[in-house]
C-alpha cells in the first residue's frame, strides 16, 4: 500500500503516543478531526496498525535484567524449527525471538529480575527443550536506544 506523507507522519504521531486525541492528531497534522479518524481506521483496517499497547517501565516492575541469549538447535529439521519455535512462545520472560543466519539459529530477549532467576530459567526452561545444542548469554549493561517506532521516510 502506498502510504501518503499525511499518513507516513500520523503514523510517527501514533508510534510516539497513541492517547494522543484525533483533534490534537488533527491539528499536528492540518487535518479535519473527521479526517484523521478515517485515515486512523483505513490504517487499522489494512493492517498496517496492528495494535495499541502500552509500554512498561522494566525497572519498575522489576524486570530489567536483560539478557540476549543465542540458541542452537542440534539440526536443523524443519520439525525442530517447529517444535522449538512452539515452546519458545510460551515462556513470558522472552520478549523477543528471532529466527537468524550465522552462528545462531536465534537469538532471544529476555526479561528477568535478576541474575539468579535467569539461572533457574535456563536450567529448569530453556535447556529442558528437545533439540538445543547450546546457548551463549549476553548480558545488557545499558540499554542505549529502545524505540517501537518505525521510521517512515
Not at 529448569?124 to 524505540?147: C, D, G, R, Y
Amino acid at each position: 500500500m502506498n502510504l501518503d506523507e499525511k499518513d507516513k507522519k500520523l503514523l510517527v504521531l501514533l508510534q510516539e503516543n497513541a492517547k494522543k486525541t484525533n483533534k490534537q492528531l488533527a491539528a499536528e497534522l492540518n487535518l479535519s478531526v473527521t479526517a484523521v479518524f478515517e485515515r486512523i481506521k483505513k490504517l487499522e483496517k489494512q493492517k498496517i496498525i496492528k495494535n495499541y499497547v502500552a509500554l512498561v517501565d522494566k525497572k519498575q516492575v522489576k524486570r530489567d535484567f536483560i539478557v540476549l541469549c543465542q540458541v542452537k538447535l542440534i539440526q536443523h529439521k524443519k520439525e525442530y524449527i517447529s517444535q522449538f519455535e512452539k515452546e519458545i512462545k510460551k515462556f513470558p520472560e522472552i520478549l523477543e525471538c528471532f529466527h537468524v543466519s550465522g552462528d545462531s539459529d536465534y537469538i532471544l530477549k529476555i526479561a528477568l529480575e535478576n541474575i539468579q532467576e535467569y539461572r533457574e530459567f535456563m536450567v529448569s526452561k530453556l535447556t529442558s527443550m528437545e533439540h538445543i545444542a547450546s546457548t551463549q548469554s549476553s548480558f545488557v549493561i545499558e540499554e542505549v536506544k529502545n524505540t517501537t517506532t518505525v521510521f517512515l521516510e
